[in-house]
T-cell receptor, first 108, second 113 residues
């Protein structure tokens, strides 16, 4: 079993839909990152969470430390949101473990 | 623009060779992280430096080494290259030593022939 799992693996949505991407992990962590990787390969850090919820524009990230689960929500999705979304956890030893990514396509 | 500069953008070399990848962190950031992204293994953490000192080590092979210089730029040295080392190598920087937002460079694409 991988230490970090994401679901779904692939997601196709229509523009305007509400999207949820899930991340589950099995190790103790000090923080969790959500990253966005565009088709050209560039990576952008969206959120870093250690508890609770964060919001930035149309993006919302939540984490439940007890359940070892985090979600990334995108409201009013847009074609420019099409990317791979990657969950990464930071263990207490400062080791980073990445999930396999969720490939999102938003159709106009 | 993240403010993190990686050079070169592309590198093509042969098995057995040695290469050096360079990273200049965002102004003011003291931490530098190196990551490898290959098609079969996804993103993997290699190593972190903070203010010149090694801070955390991930899945970095013995053939690979890194350092952070007094001006805070960092270099990742890859030696005795194998076909499986072909990957995108990302550098990221952050202000502090841990649990900080990271800013990613555009990556260096390494192709081993």
């Amino acid at each position: 079993k991988n230490e970090v799992e994401q679901s779904p693996q692939n997601l196709t949505a229509q523009e305007g839909e509400f999207i949820t991407i899930n991340c589950s992990y099995s190790v103790g962590i000090s923080a969790l990152h959500w990253l966005q990787q565009h088709p050209g390969g560039g990576i952008v850090s969206l959120f870093m969470l250690s508890s609770g919820k964060k919001k930035h524009g149309r993006l919302i990230a939540t984490i439940n430390i007890q359940e070892k689960h985090s979600s990334l929500h995108i409201t009013a999705s847009h074609p420019r949101d099409s990317a791979v979304y990657i969950c990464a956890v930071i263990s207490y030893g400062q080791n980073f473990v990445f999930g396999p990514g969720t490939r999102l396509s938003v159709l106009p | 623009d993240s403010g993190v500069t990686q050079t070169p953008k592309h590198l093509i070399t042969a098995t057995g060779q040695r290469v050096t990848l360079r990273c200049s962190p965002r102004s003011g950031d003291l931490s530098v992280y190196w990551y490898q992204q290959s098609l079969d293994q996804g993103l993997q953490f290699l190593i972190q430096y903070y203010n010149g000192e090694e801070r955390a080590k991930g899945n970095i092979l013995e053939r690979f080494s890194a350092q952070q210089f007094p001006d805070l730029h960092s270099e990742l040295n890859l030696s005795s290259l194998e076909l499986g080392d072909s990957a995108l190598y990302f550098c990221a920087s952050s202000a502090g030593v841990s649990n900080q937002p990271q800013h990613f460079g555009d990556g260096t694409r390494l192709s081993i022939l």
